[in-house]
């Protein structure tokens, strides 16, 4: 299987930057789909963007859109999502993903973002 481990969440002012870190390990990790959800109190768990191995991201939501940019790095097994001009609507817990392009099949424990105004 593959273990997933994020890092990177925090508190920080509206306007201000994050980057969160998603490190894999395990079998093939480097082969699979990454992809980072959030899930904000009350609401359901929101896909944000997903990255191939090869670098490749298929989608981003509109709401993060020329805010939020996904890279790997896979010598280090690393999928990084740079947020800027965050937003207080951008506060909720970040989770990467590893899937096979079908499904999602391992998650990290999460990270918390918080944005204040």
């Known amino acids: 299987q593959v273990q997933l481990v994020e890092s990177g969440g925090g508190l920080v002012q509206a306007g201000g930057s994050l980057r969160l870190s998603c490190v894999a390990s395990?079998?093939?990790?480097?082969?699979?789909?990454i992809g980072w959800f959030r899930q904000a109190p009350g609401k359901e768990r929101e896909f944000v963007v997903d990255?191939?191995?090869?670098?490749?991201?298929?989608y981003y939501t509109d709401s993060v859109k020329d805010r939020f940019t996904i890279s790997r790095d896979n010598a280090k097994n690393t999928v990084y999502l740079q947020m800027s001009s965050l937003k207080p609507e951008d506060t909720a817990v970040y989770y990467c993903?590893?899937?096979?392009?079908?499904?999602?099949?391992?998650w990290g424990q999460g990270t918390q973002v918080t944005v204040s105004s």
């Open positions: 990255i191939t191995w090869t670098g490749r991201s298929t």
């Open positions: 993903g590893a899937g096979d392009g079908r499904q999602y099949h391992f």
């Open positions: 395990g079998r093939t990790a480097s082969s699979y789909v």
